[in-house]
């Protein structure tokens, strides 16, 4: 059978660990569980265009968190739960009580006696977003080894302030599929690179997701964006690791051109400098509304200063042959048309749009298989029972 | 078995072009199409009053996109989803980006990975609801060509500035159960006609929906409006040709009496003038608050006007015997009881009421016969295997 | 099987009454419905432990509507509706047409076409709450009759100013499950008592539900409240009937070291006075918020006096040998931890955490059954039939 593909594949491959546990950031993955991940979400993927049921799940609930306004990554979640049998039930912090300390133990635990997963997106401050998830883990763990809760439902980091795993794998997976399989991306040169944006304060999870991920797999990562926007120091130190760990390399520089150049795959995007927020993180701690709006106002002249960092066809022109595959997370700053200038110029994004909108596509398969691959004992065996079960997900 | 007289019903018509469609206008399809829903809504309900589980989906996604606030439609489209499989998904516009242009395709692509079916409300502005939906609907058959998503989401109209599909089909089905036929229709006589409210701005939809639909089947339909309150001309354009050939009649007065008069059906209830609903989208558009609140104030001294236009005792007494069918999409205004002086009187309202709650319970199997001959291929052969399959949908 | 210890069980209670019936009261209930609600309970999770479905609807759903925030409830009745497979739909009012009068009647039907429950939480206003539950129910019961709804959708009270039901059984199944038995609740001693928060107006349907609840098992039952905190009277006088009834005591007393004292279990918490609630609820009607930020200050001015109501360490040492078992309806107020001065202090609300959070777990299953007794018609045939057809819940 055709899933027997898949099945062959995950054997050769060591992810037990992952089992009853959750997923916060890649780099706390071996590269063997990363590639569980892509294998899984091939599979579902294969189910859903063979019309064959993934649903592991006759009932259950799948909690979601979202801290933050939320459209992609709140339908993939939906997307990903529905496909395996769960109904998502949102935890909407207006109407409940979590907060800090002693209540996110309890919350957690209130929600979750029916719980078999909790994804949250929590990422707008630093320091927080990772903290709150691994409470929140903590929380059911013990509320599963109390006998408070019946299953122990595992934690999906939808976004946070270091990682934003859903994304980066589902960009890897695009990239995989690009490139027709891991083992051709050895030596690639993928530019992760700043970009103008008329707005200020978009996440780091991002830059660092990708940084941190794509540097496992033997490839060059260059990291470029202007004086003043760095990243999060400890994920610079993880990519550099990896790199070295995975025969790749990982450089940081403040051209946008010299990152492009003869670059592969190129990301440019913008985002906030690490210590702008840091420091507006304080300044919300202090509820200090005067010192955000200067804050505001100085990263806005801070950006205006970096213009040029928009990916135009000229840009393009410095890449591999001139044919590097563009990447966005999207909604993407496109100027002249979401605004005056943007992160990138309109006739790139539209020569990209199909491949960006399946790089998209990936996000809800590879949501779906993290919950896999949490919930079942032998993955193996269960994709074996839905291709063998053979229920069709639409009888029309 | 009960199942084949539907199946039956269905051989004797066409409506191949309905599979992988949309559903817009009722005047965009041939009368075997509507027909087509009356058979399917009814055959769901005999599957459902025999407990017959009508699930065609085991998982998957129904997106719902309320741009105004709604109760009934919004139930409505969630009891149609659940009755054949599908999971709601709100698409709240307060957490996402959906807005104009570009934007829009790129979302419709992103919530619809795994989605089914659309569900689109959108009324308030005219010249805008048609349109989006439009887009909507072009830019997820463009994604399923690009092989960006796996499945055609299709959509359905669940109202917008020129029509109220789903409205209009549910009365309509209230009148061929009523009047026990389409058969016995021809000739029959309709009063689409205005009613004073206390409010103003009510959506045209409602009557531009019943006299575009009611025409096609031979029988006479009065509109009635005090001068000024005009519908959009296009929808009477529609509703005289569709009379003409269905060998019906089109009038339009500008006296609720004469629209009475041995009428077998009433539909008194409020609406804007179109003239007016154009000046105020133009209003909103420039953010004009002052103009609009003039604007509100000159409709309601307009409105004032026409107090006289209640569906009273005495003006039910011009109809056939007396004993027409009184119709409402609901909530009405009722005088003296939901306001001081309104759309009818009490005693009309309350004799009627056991027969205006059937009919708006004809809408959630409306919705789900649209979604049903929209995603299945052979609807027979389907409708066929749900009464054969004879799964319970309640087995307590 | 072990199925049939519950299905014995059952078998020697009559409960017939519940089918197709409401929940509004315990009081309203005869002890073998009760003790049919607790065994559904545990029959329910002795499946879910078991990995075996426990649902009988294959579609359908349940229409929650709640008129205050809730975190706990909220889940527990989404768990429950899940667990027997129906889908959840928020009747959101602030998007709905429900008010007073008419409106009611005609609202539960529109939303009733495809519902099999409807759960509400309405307790904020004195005297309001169980009307508009009855109202609602009537309502639904009249559309059933009426052949408007198809089904009789079942209405469970999720909280209203008298009773809460779904909490106070649930509180009485850990002490059930805690005792070993309702068999060795006789002459057990309970002590409800006011307790101190730095908050007031908390609903006083948890002490009232306790004290007309626990008053059914031959239990003494102990009221304890400063002068000025009086429940409900007529509330009073159910409990000290059931207590005669029962052969146990309901006492009053306002020494909460009195209550305390050899009592078995303890339920300290913070209520508002009913005069001043009722006193409240006439204001909000009036819109006087000027009287209604006086009468805050007020309340919050008598709270002040008692802060020595505090679940001490002290106050726990007056228990029977020191070990009363400590409940809440969760979140409490905590000393120190959640507010500086509260209704426990830490030490005492951390030993009992655990406890805590499996009463917390109890209502899920509670609500469940008692969707179940409404529903089913043999429930335990229904009971038999899910434990022998054996489907897995989860199949990973």
């Given at each position: 059978?055709?899933?027997?593909?898949?099945?062959?594949?995950?054997?050769?491959?060591?992810?037990?660990?992952?089992?009853?546990?959750?997923?916060?950031?890649?780099?706390?993955?071996?590269?063997?569980?990363?590639?569980?991940?892509?294998?899984?979400?091939?599979?579902?993927?294969?189910?859903?265009?063979?019309?064959?049921?993934?649903?592991?799940?006759?009932?259950?609930?799948?909690?979601?968190?979202?801290?933050?306004?939320?459209?992609?990554?709140?339908?993939?979640?939906?997307?990903?739960?529905?496909?395996?049998?769960?109904?998502?039930?949102?935890?909407?912090?207006?109407?409940?009580?979590?907060?800090?300390?002693?209540?996110?133990?309890?919350?957690?635990?209130?929600?979750?006696?029916?719980?078999?997963?909790?994804?949250?997106?929590?990422?707008?401050?630093?320091?927080?977003?990772?903290?709150?998830?691994?409470?929140?883990?903590?929380?059911?763990?013990q509320g599963y080894r109390d006998g408070v809760l019946e299953q122990r439902p595992t934690l999906v980091n939808l976004q946070c302030d270091i990682d934003h795993p859903?994304?980066?794998?589902?960009?890897?997976?695009?990239?995989?599929?690009?490139?027709?399989?891991?083992?051709?991306?050895?030596?690639?040169?993928?530019?992760?690179?700043?970009?103008?944006?008329?707005?200020?304060?978009?996440?780091?999870?991002?830059?660092?997701?990708?940084?941190?991920?794509?540097?496992?797999?033997?490839?060059?990562?260059?990291?470029?964006?202007?004086?003043?926007?760095?990243?999060?120091?400890?994920?610079?130190?993880?990519?550099?690791?990896?790199?070295?760990?995975?025969?790749?390399?990982?450089?940081?520089?403040?051209?946008?051109?010299?990152?492009?150049?003869?670059?592969?795959?190129?990301?440019?995007?913008?985002?906030?400098?690490?210590?702008?927020?840091?420091?507006?993180?304080?300044?919300?701690?202090?509820?200090?509304?005067?010192?955000?709006?200067?804050?505001?106002?100085?990263?806005?002249?801070?950006?205006?200063?970096?213009?040029?960092?928009?990916?135009?066809?000229?840009?393009?022109?410095?890449?591999?042959?001139?044919?590097?595959?563009?990447?966005?997370?999207?909604?993407?700053?496109?100027?002249?048309?979401?605004?005056?200038?943007?992160?990138?110029?309109?006739?790139?994004?539209?020569?990209?749009?199909?491949?960006?909108?399946?790089?998209?596509?990936?996000?809800?398969?590879?949501?779906?298989?993290?919950?896999?691959?949490?919930?079942?004992?032998?993955?193996?065996?269960?994709?074996?029972?839905?291709?063998?079960?053979?229920?069709?997900?639409?009888?029309?």
């Amino acid at each position: 059978m055709g899933i027997d593909k898949y099945i062959n594949r995950l054997n050769a491959l060591e992810f037990g660990k992952m089992h009853q546990d959750d997923f916060f950031l890649t780099w706390e993955r071996s590269l063997d569980e990363l590639k569980a991940v892509y294998v899984v979400a091939d599979a579902l993927r294969y189910l859903r265009e063979n019309n064959i049921s993934s649903r592991i799940f006759d009932s259950g609930l799948a909690i979601s968190n979202f801290r933050d306004n939320s459209t992609r990554t709140r339908f993939s979640f939906a997307s990903a739960a529905n496909m395996l049998g769960l109904t998502v039930q949102d935890l909407d912090e207006g109407k409940s009580q979590i907060a800090h300390g002693e209540t996110v133990r309890e919350t957690a635990n209130m929600v979750s006696f029916m719980a078999d997963v909790i994804g949250i997106r929590d990422d707008m401050y630093i320091g927080k977003g990772h903290t709150y998830m691994k409470e929140v883990a903590e929380s059911v763990e013990q509320g599963y080894r109390d006998g408070v809760l019946e299953q122990r439902p595992t934690l999906v980091n939808l976004q946070c302030d270091i990682d934003h795993p859903t994304q980066s794998m589902a960009d890897m997976m695009h990239i995989i599929h690009h490139f027709g399989g891991i083992e051709n991306l050895k030596g690639k040169k993928i530019a992760m690179t700043w970009a103008y944006s008329p707005s200020y304060g978009k996440p780091l999870s991002v830059p660092q997701g990708i940084v941190g991920l794509m540097s496992r797999f033997g490839m060059e990562v260059a990291l470029a964006h202007p004086k003043g926007y760095e990243i999060m120091g400890e994920v610079e130190e993880v990519a550099a690791k990896n790199a070295a760990a995975s025969g790749g390399k990982f450089t940081k520089t403040n051209s946008m051109a010299e990152a492009f150049k003869d670059a592969d795959i190129v990301y440019p995007k913008s985002w906030a400098p690490f210590a702008a927020m840091e420091k507006r993180t304080i300044l919300y701690g202090n509820g200090d509304n005067d010192g955000i709006k200067a804050l505001e106002k100085e990263l806005l002249a801070q950006n205006a200063g970096h213009k040029d960092w928009e990916c135009t066809e000229d840009m393009m022109k410095l890449t591999k042959e001139g044919k590097a595959l563009y990447m966005h997370c999207l909604p993407a700053d496109i100027t002249g048309v979401s605004c005056k200038e943007g992160e990138v110029c309109a006739s790139v994004f539209d020569r990209y749009r199909e491949p960006l909108y399946k790089e998209a596509g990936f996000k809800p398969y590879v949501i779906a298989a993290m919950m896999f691959l949490a919930k079942c004992k032998d993955p193996q065996a269960t994709l074996g029972a839905l291709a063998a079960g053979n229920n069709s997900r639409f009888i029309g």
